[in-house]
């Protein structure tokens, strides 16, 4: 494999950030307006809509990861020749061999995983926020 192995789904690692990140930060934002809107008030809308944009974030995300781990752990085949020949390649053959609900094999394991983080971050963010707000910044 040498150095090149060292990247090996580099790129689709990029790619599965950018959904994980589109899939929090904007169901976040509507969650929360949502909760808002409903009446609720206080910390309720932040963490309804943090924990609302932890299943997003891992709804999103799981296809692209699903993806970059076949890509990451991909081996040789007898001939030599590797089973895929990239990120869109590995994407079609699951597609077509497997069906589309093979991406989202695991997904009680990964929202476990990945939902908290979504969680922290967005309530961390809203806390400094506030921070921010009351120094002046």
Request: proline share 7%; net charge positive.
């Amino acid at each position: 494999d040498g150095i090149a192995g060292l990247f090996r789904g580099g790129g689709p690692t990029v790619v599965r950030a950018m959904a994980l990140n589109m899939g929090m930060l904007a169901s976040n934002d509507q969650a929360k307006e949502m909760i808002a809107a409903a009446g609720f008030g206080g910390m309720t809308p932040v963490i309804g809509g943090s924990l609302i944009a932890g299943f997003f974030a891992s709804a999103c995300s799981l296809p692209f990861d699903f993806v970059k781990t076949r890509i990451q752990k991909m081996t040789p085949n007898p001939d030599g020749t590797m089973p895929y020949k990239g990120f869109g390649d590995c994407a079609l053959q699951t597609l077509r061999k497997e069906g589309p609900l093979k991406f989202y094999t695991g997904f009680p394991t990964y929202i476990v995983r990945i939902a908290p983080h979504a969680v922290f971050t967005l309530l961390f963010l809203d806390a400094l926020n506030n921070w921010e707000k009351r120094i002046g910044l």
